[in-house]
């Protein structure tokens, strides 16, 4: 799904309203444990220094967490400016950590860094939300030093079809899906995480079924487990 950037931008609108009224506890909790494993695999790299790019940052906890616990300095980039961004800034406003992190209002596509110079960079749940996924990877790839790390968390759907977040996710991946995009990068490590109803082997008979069906698009937490999983991949940059 290719928008136009017009369109794009609206859908932005939507997801920022929509993060907003996502409160959740036991999703909140799912989404907390997966970062804190998230900022674990980033902290054991062995190039724990240098800058880190966070493309799709949000409000900056984890990269954050980064700058503050290792020897990064950081880069953050949201297209968001008076959700993300500003929610970003207040947090490390008055704080030693301001003085290593910088904030750009822009896009995936078409990231205004210089290439060859990110040791790291990080998305957690972005992909599916950019306006075209491959452009953003190859951007990130042009970045990126040699041997430089790319690191991401995205969610995977078990069958290639839409769910019941459509209009905040513009794309929907398998795990066959996101290993394509990465072909510009040597694969190092992938763990996929599930939710706990998840974890049921599931024939494909039922899977096309219309009970299941009908399961995976419900709005709420019981459509979420019978339509996804979370997968981390840590992949270099050939």
Known sequence: MHLTWRKWESKLAIFEGWRKKYVNPL???????????????????????????????GSGSCLCRLVKEGERTGVGLDPLKEGSLKIFKDRIKGYKISEKIELIRGVGEYLPIKKDCVQTCIT?????????PNQTVK???????????????????????????DETHLHHFTIVDLKRLLRQFRI??????????????????LLDSNIYKALSKMPSVIGCYFNYSEVFIKSKKN
């Open 27 to 57: 999703i909140r909790a799912w989404w907390l444990y997966l970062f804190d494993v998230f900022f674990h695999e980033v902290s054991t790299l062995s190039n724990s220094a240098g800058l880190c790019l966070d493309v799709g940052c």
């Open 139 to 165: 951007e990130i790839h042009r970045v990126l030093v040699s041997d430089g790390y790319f690191l991401l968390l995205e969610s995977v759907l078990l069958k290639n079809r839409p769910s019941f977040y």
């Open 124 to 132: 957690t749940g972005v992909i599916d939300h950019v306006n075209n």
């Open 188 to 205: 190092q490590k992938i763990r996929k995480f599930f939710p706990v109803l998840s974890q049921l082997h599931i024939p494909d008979k």
